[in-house]
């Protein structure tokens, strides 16, 4: 990388390659460093997650209260999500020139000071329209945790490991949600001051998230070759499927070339709108709609349907990384669509339970439909980053994650918001049950280009 591409960012510039080490040095050092660089992306990721968007978790305490209507709330929880959606592309342009290294913590850092500022000055939070400015501020700062970890993961992991440490990898989203969940919840009932007092759900998450930036900015090394090491696919001997281009070229050219022309790019990209209109359209309502519609039910059973909903995501990420890696042998499409179809079937039998059912069966539905959203989820930044050249991955995987914030995030906020005030939870749900067959409809018809290209590669080696 030419120096002209790294001193605009300063001191969050990419390091320079130093002098190879010598052969001896190389395994040993290989092992120690890319273990210790992902173990940095994965607690630092799920940091990102415990900051994110705990308006979710306090909802039905700001509708009950009347401190906002379901209206307001889907207008604040979509200010974060929106202004995430424009940073994941926005600063993954800056990550992919970048240190992983330092983008990463101090964009962790910055989010919880944000949250500490919303918890512990009232005045920033005396009207909707303020709040949701401070969302959107907040939810800046979040885009700086998937780009640098993108980056990480395709510098320090080669092809055909790549699939498999992702899945992992995305189970940083579980981890952190689950355990916002869990974090709310105790300091709700440790240090609430009353039934309408929302903001230990923001400071106590913010206060833990400081220390995780702390440990990954220990843990985290940007690329082998900043540490004297060959390139991933020289060590490993595995070629990229898509070879990086030279890095002297003008981003703009990169971006054209490779993402806004790109047919698999941006199928995935709409794609991704509705698998993220699923996502957050369960996830962001499940504290409301239990409380709602459950017999019963209190803030804290809803909380602790949200956190079931992200920590089942685990076991369904690493199981669509497997499917679809034993059963569609790399056609990831195949797993996505398979996964998609069993949300519908979950979704549509969780709407249909009646009031009076045992929460812990409401519990078991959301836990379903959790681990089965993920794998989607995970999928598309996959098929993203897997079918970029590396010096953009993460730039492609920040497109895709563009118009499923932007768009899908807006229709699971404010969407979903408003057909609850307007039209109650059976319209909803029978809009989200359409979501997942356009989805599954969307993953078939990219699911025929990535075919084409698997059969491609295949004739490719052949040849060679």
Same mark, same amino acid.
């Given at each position: 990388?030419?120096?002209?591409?790294?001193?605009?960012?300063?001191l969050?510039?990419?390091?320079?390659?130093?002098p190879?080490?010598?052969?001896?040095?190389?395994?040993?050092?290989?092992?120690?460093?890319r273990?210790?660089?992902?173990?940095?992306? %994965?607690?630092?990721?799920?940091?990102?997650y415990?900051?994110?968007?705990?308006? =979710?978790l306090?909802?039905?305490?700001?509708?009950?209260?009347?401190?906002?209507?379901?209206s307001?709330?889907?207008l604040?929880?979509?200010a974060?999500? %929106?202004?995430?959606?424009l940073?994941k592309?926005?600063?993954a342009?800056?990550?992919?020139?970048?240190?992983?290294?330092?983008?990463?913590?101090?964009?962790?850092?910055?989010?919880?000071?944000?949250?500490?500022?919303?918890?512990?000055?009232?005045?920033l939070?005396a009207?909707?329209?303020?709040?949701?400015?401070?969302?959107?501020?907040?939810?800046?700062?979040?885009?700086?945790?998937?780009?640098?970890?993108?980056r990480v993961?395709?510098?320090?992991?080669?092809?055909r490991?790549?699939?498999?440490?992702?899945?992992?990898?995305?189970?940083?989203?579980?981890?952190?949600?689950?355990?916002?969940?869990? @974090?709310?919840?105790?300091?709700?009932?440790?240090?609430?001051? *009353?039934?309408?007092?929302w903001?230990?759900a923001?400071?106590?998450?913010a206060?833990?998230?400081?220390v995780v930036?702390?440990?990954?900015?220990l843990?985290?090394? *940007?690329?082998?070759?900043?540490?004297?090491?060959?390139?991933i696919?020289?060590?490993?001997?595995?070629?990229?499927k898509?070879?990086?281009?030279?890095?002297?070229?003008?981003?703009?050219?990169?971006? %054209?070339d490779?993402?806004?022309?790109?047919?698999?790019?941006?199928?995935?990209?709409?794609?991704?709108?509705f698998?993220?209109t699923?996502?957050?359209?369960?996830?962001?309502?499940?504290?409301?709609?239990?409380? *709602?519609?459950?017999h019963?039910a209190?803030?804290?059973d809803?909380?602790?349907g949200?956190? @079931?909903?992200?920590?089942?995501?685990?076991?369904?990420?690493?199981?669509?990384?497997?499917?679809?890696d034993?059963?569609f042998?790399?056609?990831? =499409?195949?797993?996505?669509?398979l996964f998609?179809?069993?949300?519908?079937?979950?979704?549509?039998?969780?709407?249909?339970?009646?009031?009076?059912?045992?929460?812990?069966?409401?519990?078991?539905?959301?836990?379903?439909?959790?681990?089965?959203?993920?794998?989607?989820?995970?999928?598309?930044?996959?098929?993203?980053?897997?079918l970029?050249?590396?010096n953009v991955?993460?730039?492609?995987?920040?497109f895709?994650?563009?118009?499923?914030?932007?768009?899908?995030?807006?229709?699971a906020?404010?969407?979903?918001?408003h057909?609850?005030?307007?039209?109650?939870?059976?319209?909803?749900?029978?809009?989200?049950?359409?979501?997942?067959?356009?989805?599954?409809i969307?993953m078939?018809?990219?699911g025929?280009?990535?075919r084409?290209?698997?059969?491609?590669?295949?004739a490719?080696?052949s040849?060679?």
């Amino acid at each position: 990388m030419s120096s002209a591409d790294q001193r605009p960012l300063g001191l969050l510039s990419a390091p320079p390659a130093l002098p190879r080490l010598p052969d001896h040095e190389i395994a040993p050092t290989y092992r120690r460093w890319r273990a210790s660089a992902f173990m940095g992306i %994965f607690i630092g990721y799920a940091g990102f997650y415990l900051i994110r968007n705990n308006v =979710s978790l306090v909802a039905s305490i700001l509708k009950d209260h009347g401190i906002m209507s379901a209206s307001d709330i889907g207008l604040v929880a979509n200010a974060v999500l %929106f202004a995430y959606g424009l940073s994941k592309f926005f600063m993954a342009m800056l990550s992919d020139r970048a240190n992983a290294r330092y983008f990463m913590p101090l964009g962790l850092a910055l989010s919880a000071i944000m949250n500490l500022f919303i918890a512990l000055v009232p005045a920033l939070t005396a009207s909707v329209g303020l709040f949701a400015v401070l969302m959107f501020i907040n939810g800046w700062f979040q885009g700086m945790g998937w780009p640098p970890s993108g980056r990480v993961l395709v510098h320090w992991f080669s092809t055909r490991e790549r699939g498999w440490r992702t899945s992992i990898w995305n189970c940083a989203h579980n981890v952190g949600g689950a355990g916002i969940g869990l @974090i709310s919840a105790w300091a709700l009932d440790s240090f609430a001051s *009353d039934d309408a007092d929302w903001t230990p759900a923001f400071w106590a998450p913010a206060l833990v998230a400081l220390v995780v930036a702390a440990v990954a900015l220990l843990l985290i090394r *940007d690329r082998p070759e900043a540490m004297g090491l060959p390139p991933i696919e020289e060590y490993a001997d595995d070629p990229a499927k898509v070879e990086a281009d030279n890095d002297e070229e003008d981003w703009r050219s990169l971006l %054209f070339d490779h993402v806004l022309r790109s047919r698999v790019i941006l199928l995935l990209a709409v794609t991704n709108v509705f698998v993220y209109t699923l996502r957050y359209g369960v996830l962001n309502w499940i504290p409301v709609y239990l409380t *709602d519609y459950i017999h019963g039910a209190n803030v804290k059973d809803g909380i602790l349907g949200f956190a @079931i909903y992200e920590g089942a995501g685990i076991a369904g990420t690493l199981l669509c990384g497997w499917v679809s890696d034993r059963v569609f042998h790399g056609w990831r =499409s195949g797993a996505g669509i398979l996964f998609l179809g069993g949300v519908g079937v979950a979704l549509v039998i969780y709407w249909q339970l009646p009031p009076t059912a045992p929460m812990g069966l409401f519990y078991l539905l959301i836990a379903i439909i959790g681990g089965l959203i993920y794998g989607p989820v995970m999928l598309i930044g996959l098929q993203a980053i897997d079918l970029s050249p590396r010096n953009v991955a993460g730039t492609a995987a920040g497109f895709t994650g563009l118009f499923g914030y932007l768009l899908g995030a807006t229709l699971a906020s404010s969407g979903v918001g408003h057909l609850i005030d307007q039209a109650g939870w059976n319209i909803t749900y029978m809009c989200l049950v359409g979501v997942v067959v356009v989805a599954v409809i969307l993953m078939t018809v990219v699911g025929r280009d990535e075919r084409r290209l698997l059969r491609e590669g295949s004739a490719h080696v052949s040849e060679g």
